[in-house]
Nanobody, 122 residues
């Protein structure tokens, strides 16, 4: 599986951005797709994850109520709609995929896309 992330950019505080992650290869019904982010000098942290049919969704507390994760009808693309952005959301955002149940631990994800930079100005 290869993952291609896009959609990052510069936004003002309170603004919105939408990230996309296209998966090529096997995206079977047991796949979970997720977003993580890494700010400069910090570890890569979990943001949100979604199971294949969308029945399982989980958010980090820091983004709950502001970010929405979804998957396309074909299940090959994961989206992260980010609203009410804050400067602390500034980071490189990575998409990831695993075969199995929804998890928040990054070491349990075996497939990663390249990062996309999100910068939020105050």
């Amino acid at each position: 599986v290869q993952l291609q992330a896009s959609g990052g950019g510069l936004a003002q505080a309170g603004g919105s951005l939408r990230l996309s992650c296209v998966a090529s290869g096997r995206t079977s019904t047991d796949s979970t797709m997720a977003w993580f982010r890494q700010a400069p000098g910090k570890e890569r942290d979990f943001v949100a994850a979604i199971t294949y049919y969308g029945g399982g969704i989980y958010y980090a507390d820091s983004v709950k109520g502001r970010f929405t994760i979804s998957r396309s009808n074909a299940k090959t693309t994961a989206y992260l709609q980010m609203n009410d952005l804050k400067p602390e959301d500034t980071a490189v955002y990575f998409c990831a995929l695993r075969y199995g149940s929804l998890q928040t631990e990054r070491s349990l994800y075996g497939y990663w896309g390249q990062g996309t930079q999100v910068t939020v100005s105050s």
